[in-house]
């Protein structure tokens, strides 16, 4: 994982920086300091429209955009109108039910693996 952050193989959004910031355990804010080159500022007019998008969708896309409001931040509707921009694969541990990032992707033209996936796209062998 690390040699594809140093590659920028994998990227991540600053509103996942910002998360970690504000509530990550030591480990994840240590991670997150090292690899602070991998998280990519916004493309407000692009990921705004994404975002939009998602929200036009129905109440389930409402609910996963809605999902941080009682945070300061809320990164994964800004990671999904990234991945959509960017053609960009995203990885997440959520399993695939209402308001998640799985079925937000699978809405919006968005592949979305998991970690095992990640390791199947990369052909990983152990």
């Known amino acids: ?3 594809l ?7 991540s959004h600053v509103e996942v920086q910002k998360e970690i910031k504000d509530g990550g355990v ?3 804010i240590a991670w997150g300091k090292k690899y602070k080159n991998i998280f990519q500022k916004y493309d407000l007019p ?3 429209k994404i975002i939009q ?3 036009s969708l129905g109440a389930d ?3 996963f955009l809605e999902q941080g409001k009682q945070k ?3 990164a994964d509707p800004w990671l999904v109108a990234q991945a959509k921009i960017n053609n960009l694969i995203l990885i997440t541990e959520e399993s695939p039910k209402k308001s998640s990032i799985p079925i937000v992707c699978n809405n919006v033209g968005v592949k979305s693996i998991n970690l095992l996936g990640l390791m199947k796209e990369e052909s990983w062998i152990y």
């Open 72 to 74: 300061s931040t809320h």
């Open 26 to 28: 030591k480990d994840q």
């Open 61 to 63: 896309f409402v609910r």
């Open 46 to 48: 692009a990921e705004g």
């Open 1 to 3: 994982m690390e040699n």
């Open 53 to 55: 998008d998602i929200g």
């Open 5 to 11: 952050c140093d590659k920028g193989k994998i990227v």
